[in-house]
């Protein structure tokens, strides 16, 4: 019942971390409240190549590759992003998640299922851990060190009352059959009122099986009442493409957005969706989430070899993981609000500029599933978005002004 390190959350984000730590002969047991990993999905398993390879996963789980998408404005305009190079892997999500528990698992790491991190307290030299199982009395695991990848709504976070991401979108997604449909390329619809401050997506599984979704943001409606299924079937009734769709299995879920300035404490660690390590633009979070739980476990052995787990010993991580993408996070936040400001006549006048040999060329070329800052470098030269730019620059210096006024 002592342990090394707790790991809350059997995710991808926790596994991998648990397969690290346990790796180097550290007693792992990771915590999953549900009975199976893997399940449910919530995800609609859309990875770049680079992180396939460092989730480790066997490649039998992948099942298209995609090499391009076509993003259509709420009019008319259409932009056409078909390329040559594979640009994202769709992936068997449950399947890439029991993988990666297999990896921790073989590395000596104790994975016990449907057993659900209710609470902790903090003595002098370990934690107590309480679980609860379903009907069953819980029981107290101890450790060191624990770490909390338990998703948008972590449970470790609340209970340290560590901030939380302050955007939390909510997404419908769903796997569909769809007559017709098939090849190697990603749909994206634009809409402020079918996805307000988000997107609908539309990608090809295989031939006649596809994975569809649509997201709102709370911060562009609060009085908005539309549930996001709701949103799915009107985006569904509005284009073509989606004509002869029949949902054979639905998911949804929430996807966190925020850059997060403290995501440690004493003994604790925060990674993955706990840790909003997510991609503000997509929301596609595996590939910040494993380079998360890569830092995360990094600090751990750490903290472990050095047997300090003191706040200011554990800050090693957050300093690691913003070095290598924090500014990333940022930048795709500021890109966000940017995007949020717009409306749909200067979307559909966006992606009208945006249809030209030179943009798309651009695009195509500059375009990075995990890296979306390097594309955005190159649109900040394009004039609508540049326009966009020099007006929330100007917004932020009058706010700057404002507040000084308003405090001297
Ligand atoms: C609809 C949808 C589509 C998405 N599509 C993509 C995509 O195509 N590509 C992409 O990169 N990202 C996508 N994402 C985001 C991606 O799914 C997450 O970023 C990723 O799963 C984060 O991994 P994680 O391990 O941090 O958290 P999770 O995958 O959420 O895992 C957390 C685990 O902790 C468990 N848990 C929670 N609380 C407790 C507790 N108290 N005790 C014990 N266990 C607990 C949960 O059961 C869960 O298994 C999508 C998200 C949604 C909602």
Redesign the pocket.
């Given at each position: 019942m002592d342990y090394d390190v707790i790991v809350?959350?059997?995710?991808?984000?926790?596994c991998s971390a648990a397969r690290d730590i346990a790796g180097q002969g550290y007693r792992v047991l990771v915590?999953?409240?549900?009975k199976k990993i893997g399940e449910p999905v919530?995800?609609?398993?859309?990875?770049s190549e680079r992180?396939f390879e460092i989730s480790r996963v066997s490649d039998q789980v992948i099942l298209n590759t995609l090499k391009g998408a076509v993003v259509y404005a709420p009019n008319k305009n259409v932009l056409d992003l078909q390329g040559d190079k594979v640009y994202a892997l769709v992936v068997d999500r449950g399947a890439f998640d029991r993988d990666l528990a297999g990896q921790a698992a073989a590395a000596g790491a104790k994975i016990y299922h449907g057993?659900?991190?209710?609470s902790f307290d903090c003595l002098t030299d370990r934690l107590i851990v309480n679980t609860t199982s379903g009907e069953e009395k819980g029981c107290a695991f101890t450790c060191k060190l624990l770490i909390g990848?338990?998703?948008?709504n972590s449970?470790v976070a609340r209970h340290l009352n560590l901030p939380a991401a302050q955007e939390k979108v909510s997404?419908f997604?769903a796997e569909v059959s769809l007559p017709g449909f098939g090849g190697q390329i990603a749909h994206i619809f634009l809409d402020r009122l079918l996805a307000p401050g988000w997107f609908g997506w539309l990608m090809p599984v295989k031939k006649n099986l596809a994975r569809v979704?649509i997201g709102c943001s709370p911060l562009m409606n609060s009085d908005w009442r539309e549930s996001p299924r709701s949103l799915f079937e009107k985006m569904a009734a509005k284009h073509p493409i989606f004509k002869g769709l029949e949902v054979l299995k639905t998911?949804?879920?929430?996807?966190p957005i925020d850059y997060l300035e403290r995501t440690y404490d004493t003994r604790v660690l925060l990674?993955?969706?706990?840790a909003s390590q997510?991609k503000p633009i997509s929301?596609?979070?595996?590939?910040l989430?494993l380079k998360g739980a890569s830092f995360c476990a990094a600090t751990a052995v750490k903290a472990l070899r050095e047997n300090d787990f003191s706040r200011s010993f554990l800050k090693a991580y957050q300093n690691a993981w913003d070095e290598d993408f924090g500014l990333e996070i940022k930048c795709g936040l500021k890109h966000r609000e940017i995007f949020l400001d717009m409306d749909n006549r200067e979307i559909e006048f966006l992606i009208g500029f945006l249809n030209k040999p030179y943009w798309r060329n651009t695009i195509l070329k500059y375009g990075d599933l995990d890296y979306h800052s390097w594309l955005a470098a190159k649109l900040s030269l394009a004039q609508p978005w540049a326009n966009r730019f020099l007006g929330s620059g100007l917004k932020i210096l009058l706010r700057g002004l404002k507040h000084t006024v308003e405090n001297s």
């Open positions: 809350a959350g059997g995710g991808p984000v926790g915590l999953e409240e549900h919530q995800c609609s398993g859309l990875v992180t057993k659900k991190l209710i990848a338990d998703g948008y449970a997404l997604a979704g998911t949804g879920g929430i996807v990674a993955g969706d706990a997510v929301g596609g979070g595996l590939f989430g």
